[in-house]
């Protein structure tokens, strides 16, 4: 069997002896030749303190090494045995090996952040990089993109990768939207400071940044309300073909995925971060009345609001 490359978890700071660990154990035990190269991604970084130059290796992915082997019951016991490892990578039984090009990609984009954070270590250095993110894993993404901000003066990435945006703060991240017009707008997130922007920011990272590419948003007050329309948007699209929310660039999200409260207060607060974001935003509150049930739908969008 051809042997493939496997994302090993190590704890932090035992990589080295991890990595040296597989290598002897394999030796010791004659599986040589199932398991062929023990990798740590790292670049030799250059690093500029108290106005010297020092060449230090820096690690791109604390805790994990690639291990390029022969997937048996053997190997397979080996590396997981090994000291100070948690496991592999992946679900099931077996976990799945990396695809090569994939392995390609993460060794080609280490070395070139590791180029631009050395340029990048001058002082007042500023690096701007377009699509950063594409060809990469969310947790190599944001992972990188955490390196270059913790490392250079100013970073500025553009992407439409979720996870990279996670990397900031939300008064750092801008995001750019195209009017019907032509016009680009663009749109930036002041820091919380009342206790119902806090609350409303906690859904930043879980729900709005991962759905920055979509044009429109559409809230509902909790996880029973967006399983309910998802089944529909399902069962429309079964039966009459017609595409589903995503298809039309609308993501839906609930205002109770962050904290739980949700409601229709929840939904106002989460309306307010996302028009801010620059979304189209539809707010679905249903309320209880006389007779029956009724529901409110309120529009939101930089224009204003209006309610049917």
């Not at 290598?23 to 106005?51: D, L, M, N």
């Not at 663009?186 to 920011?201: D, F, G, I, N, Y």
């Not at 709005?208 to 948003?217: E, G, I, N, Y």
């Not at 904290?259 to 207060?265: E, I, L, T, Y």
Request: with cysteine; proline share 5%; hydrophobic share 40%.
């Amino acid at each position: 069997m051809a042997k493939q490359w496997y994302v090993v978890h190590t704890y932090s700071g035992f990589e080295n002896k991890v990595a040296e660990a597989i290598r002897q154990r394999a030796k010791i035990f004659g599986q040589e030749e199932q398991i062929s190269q023990v990798v740590i991604p790292t670049e030799e970084v250059v690093e500029v303190r108290k106005g010297q130059k020092r060449i230090t290796p820096q690690k791109f992915f604390p805790g994990y090494v690639l291990v390029e082997m022969d997937m048996t019951d053997d190997s397979w016991h080996l590396v997981k045995s090994t000291p100070k490892v948690t496991g592999f990578v992946g679900s099931g039984v077996r976990p799945a090996p990396l695809p090569q090009e994939e392995v390609e990609t993460i060794l080609r984009q280490t070395r070139v952040v590791a180029e631009v954070i050395a340029a990048g270590s001058a002082t007042g250095a500023v690096i701007a990089i377009d699509d950063f993110g594409e060809g990469m894993d969310s947790d190599t993404a944001r992972h990188l993109a955490s390196m270059l901000c913790k490392e250079s003066a100013q970073a500025w990435l553009s992407t439409r990768r979720p996870s990279v945006a996670q990397a900031f703060s939300p008064g750092e991240i801008i995001r750019l939207t195209r009017m019907a017009d032509g016009r680009r707008q663009l749109h930036q997130l002041t820091p919380p400071t009342t206790r119902a922007e806090r609350v409303a920011a906690r859904h930043l990272n879980i729900q709005v940044l991962p759905a920055m590419t979509s044009r429109s948003v559409v809230i509902v007050e909790g996880p029973h309300d967006r399983a309910a329309l998802d089944a529909l948007a399902e069962r429309i699209q079964r039966r009459e073909g017609v595409p589903l929310p995503a298809a039309r660039g609308v993501a839906l999200i609930d205002a109770a995925a962050a904290d739980r409260s949700g409601g229709s207060s929840g939904v106002v607060r989460l309306a307010g971060l996302a028009k801010a974001f620059g979304f189209h935003t539809v707010a679905v509150i249903s309320g209880k009345v006389a007779g029956g049930s009724c529901h409110g739908v309120s529009r939101v969008s930089s224009h204003g609001s209006k309610r049917s």
